[in-house]
């Protein structure tokens, strides 16, 4: 059986900046495209997909 699962952007539940939050140095907030590690998420494609070709 398939199923779906769904990622919630953090800003649909974190409606303010937290103080004293711990932060990424500046470099790897730019790579990571967050300056706080609570709200990284990275994209895991899902590989059966792919290579399923369907």
């Known amino acids: 059986m ?3 699962s769904y990622v919630v952007p953090p800003n649909q539940y974190i409606t303010f900046q ?6 990424f ?3 790897e907030a730019l790579t990571r495209g967050t ?3 609570h709200l990284f998420s990275p994209y895991n494609p899902n590989r ?3 290579e399923g070709g369907a």
Do not use: A, F, K, T
């Open 2 to 4: 398939m199923y779906r």
């Open 18 to 23: 937290p103080m004293n939050w711990p932060q």
């Open 25 to 27: 140095s500046l470099q």
């Open 35 to 37: 300056l706080w590690p």
């Open 48 to 50: 059966s997909e792919q």
